[in-house]
């Protein structure tokens, strides 16, 4: 009975805890590029909002749906394209950062069969401080409306 | 002195009659002799001379030759990238789609570019994997690659330049390339240049305006 009343007490504070953080960041607009028949190589956007305090450091993502997924950065120097891999990306309190074409976005080996138009692609978050995410992605074509 | 004075103001009279003719035929000829003004741009960078540039040999996604010959008789946007490239190429392909699409729409129908994506990979983007990954976009535009000498030689003359970058995490690597837009005329002359980040409204109202003067400069 004390057991219990003990895991329970921690199950609730666990949920607190959660819902407070869970308060804190919201990922909206997410995304995953329709891959173009024959790409090896896919995009996925989406927006991460912070609306907490301090600020919070996005590091990885993952998907049952890819092997891997790198946080990427693109960028035009000079009239010159440049995709760079990034280790991690921090917004800033009550700030947001945008995953979005030409700029940071994740990126995916396309995996077979690839996604369509109609899916939705399950991505998880995961943040410096132990906290995670999880969004559903429509496959979209570029230049669909959201 | 003062009949002599008359006499000097008839012979100016004389002068008149020839200046009056010339004034008229240059006033005639006006419009056609002197080059209209240039186009209003929002983002296009107009070439102050077309430039002429030396053939090339690139193979199309249909594996016909791709030369200049095939620039000539029509307005031609270059994209130069790689279809492993996620984010820059696929977006600025669907743009080009989009800018397809729009200028399908003007009511005064414009001649339609040709657009041709340029792989600047020819070790991964055969023209069968362009076949297949080009006209997704819009089953107009085409693909193209080449021998790595001949990308190059195409692309030093039309100011893109690209280089393989560092492996990525499945040993993938990539590809840093210009992310411009270029314009040949149906001279087979590169006429213009368009800067990134490109949108559709934006390409679509300049390369209107860079036909519309292209069609006075030479009525």
């Known amino acids: ?146 | 002195m003062h009949g002599h004075r008359r006499q000097a103001g008839r012979s100016e009279i004389w002068w008149i009659i020839p200046g009056v003719v010339i004034a008229a035929l240059a006033w005639h000829f006006y419009p056609v002799s002197e080059p209209a003004a240039p186009p209003t741009l929002q983002k296009a960078t107009l070439l102050p001379q077309p430039r002429a540039i030396a053939d090339f040999h690139l193979v199309d996604h249909h594996g016909r030759t791709l030369n200049l010959a095939r620039l000539r008789g029509h307005w031609s946007l270059l994209f130069f990238g790689y279809t492993h490239c996620p984010d820059v190429c696929p977006t600025t392909l669907q743009t080009l789609a989009t800018t397809l699409k729009r200028l399908d729409a003007v009511p005064t129908k414009p001649e339609l570019p040709q657009v041709i994506f340029i792989s600047v990979d020819p070790d991964r983007d055969t023209p069968e994997r362009l076949a297949a990954y080009v006209p997704y976009f819009d089953t107009r535009m085409l693909g193209a690659t080449g021998k790595h000498q001949e990308l190059e030689h195409l692309a030093r003359q039309v100011g893109i330049v690209y280089a393989r970058s560092r492996a990525g995490k499945d040993g993938n690597y990539l590809v840093d390339h210009s992310a411009a837009i270029v314009l040949f005329d149906p001279d087979g002359r590169l006429h213009a240049v368009f800067g990134a980040p490109h949108d559709p409204a934006t390409l679509a109202a300049d390369l209107q305006a860079i036909q519309r003067h292209y069609q006075d400069t030479r009525r």
Not at chain 1, 28 to 57: I, K
Request: glycine content about 8%; aromatic content about 4%.
């Open chain 1, 1 to 146: 009975m004390r057991l219990h009343t003990r895991g329970l007490l921690a199950a609730v504070l666990l949920l607190i805890t959660r819902a407070v953080d869970a308060a804190g960041l919201h990922v909206d607009g997410a995304w995953v590029r329709e891959a173009p028949p024959g790409a090896a190589m896919l995009a996925a956007y989406l927006v991460v909002h912070n609306d907490g305090d301090r600020p919070r450091t996005l590091v990885s993502v993952d998907s049952p749906r890819f092997d891997f997924v790198m946080l990427h950065r693109s960028r035009v120097v000079d009239g010159v394209a440049h995709m760079e891999h990034v280790e991690q990306i921090t917004i800033a309190p009550a700030g947001r950062v945008a995953l979005q074409p030409g700029g940071y976005h994740l990126m995916m080996p396309a995996p077979e069969p690839p996604p369509r138009v109609g899916e939705r692609i399950p991505l998880r978050l995961h943040f410096q401080d132990g906290e995670t995410l999880q969004v559903e992605a429509p496959v979209r074509r570029a230049g669909d409306a959201p």
